[in-house]
Every structure is written in C-alpha cells, then in structure tokens.
C-alpha cells in the first residue's frame, strides 16, 4: 500500500510574446491563466489539496500555482525553489528526499521534460505526454521521502484542464 502521494503539475501555457529579458520571467498567456484557475478549482473540488507545494521560482510556474492555490481555496504550505527551474529529474528526486516525513502528500510544479522524466523514472517508464497544466498523481510505495527511488511509484491519474469537462471552460 502506497504511503506517500506525489503530485506534479506543469505550469501553465506561456506568453512567448510578452516583454522578458530572460526565460525565468516568462509570464502565463491568458490561456495559462484559465487553466491554473480550472486546475486550483477542481483539484479542490476532487479533495486531492496536497499539504505542501514546492514550485519553481520561474514565473510561469510560480504563478500558475499562486492561481491554483488562490482560487481553488488550497490549505497548504508553499515553497518555491530555484533549483526546481530547469532540473532534472535526479535533481527533482533530492529536493523530495529533502522533505519532512510528516509531510503526506506533496505536490511539484515545475517544467518539461522534467515532469514527464520523473514520471519514468518512479513509475516503470511510463510515458506520459504531458501538457501544461496538467496534474499527475504518483502513488509511493515509500515510507520515508529519502526512499524515493526509481520505479517506487504508480501513476494513478493524469489531469489536463482539456480534460475537464466543466462549467469553467467555455
């Protein structure tokens, strides 16, 4: 049985013709926006909040998770790292191997291919695409983070906001 839930979720659709010096502070499009907001919405609604998010410091990432949290009503912990800006998926692996046993479920926002890399990594290879936005949920078999390991996991469910049929979206 499965002791730990991961949670990863990509940020949301970004605005490559808005003004930024720098890919760090890339914003959200408008279609990114709508998703966070839909994705905060139903993970709420679905009664899957995790007790601690951990994000990128990125600004398409940072604030697709500060949409998700406000307008969902999340009661959680937020943390943004960036060291998760870019990572790979070894690196995403020591950030949760960092964290509190007393911590259940635990959420990751953060970029492509990294999400969909960690994936394979904890569950068996499994290849998922994964779009922005969308929320996974890996199952551990792990008693402690610092067991994270590869293929210790299952992926449960894959969430795109394309995939919600909802009153949210028009």
């Given at each position: 049985?499965?002791?730990?839930?991961?949670?990863?979720?990509?940020?949301?659709k970004s605005d490559w013709?808005?003004?930024?010096?720098?890919?760090?502070?890339?914003?959200?499009?408008?279609?990114?926006?709508?998703?966070?907001?839909?994705?905060?919405?139903?993970?709420?609604?679905?009664?899957?909040?995790?007790?601690?998010?951990?994000?990128?410091?990125?600004?398409?990432?940072?604030?697709?998770?500060?949409?998700?949290?406000?307008?969902?009503?999340?009661?959680?912990?937020?943390?943004?790292?960036?060291?998760?800006?870019?990572?790979?998926?070894?690196?995403?692996?020591?950030?949760?191997?960092?964290?509190?046993?007393?911590?259940?479920?635990?959420?990751?926002?953060?970029?492509?291919?990294?999400?969909?890399?960690?994936?394979?990594?904890?569950?068996?290879?499994?290849?998922?695409?994964?779009?922005?936005?969308?929320?996974?949920?890996?199952?551990?078999?792990?008693?402690?983070?610092?067991?994270?390991?590869?293929?210790?996991?299952?992926?449960?469910?894959?969430?795109?906001?394309?995939?919600?049929?909802?009153?949210?979206?028009?």
């Open positions: 049985m499965a002791n730990k839930k991961l949670f990863i979720m990509r940020h949301g013709n808005a003004q930024f010096k720098r890919d760090h502070e890339r914003p959200l499009a408008a279609r990114g926006v709508e998703a966070a907001f839909l994705m905060g919405k139903h993970i709420q609604s679905i009664r899957q909040v995790p007790e601690l998010v951990i994000s990128s410091n990125a600004k398409r990432a940072a604030d697709t998770i500060d949409i998700a949290i406000s307008h969902g009503s999340w009661e959680t912990r937020l943390e943004k790292k960036r060291q998760l800006y870019l990572a790979s998926a070894g690196e995403a692996s020591e950030i949760i191997q960092q964290v509190s046993n007393s911590v259940k479920t635990l959420m990751l926002v953060a970029h492509e291919p990294m999400c969909s890399s960690l994936i394979a990594e904890l569950c068996m290879g499994a290849h998922v695409k994964f779009p922005t936005a969308a929320v996974a949920r890996i199952n551990l078999n792990i008693d402690s983070w610092a067991e994270l390991d590869s293929d210790t996991g299952r992926l449960d469910w894959l969430l795109t906001p394309k995939s919600l049929v909802t009153d949210y979206i028009k």
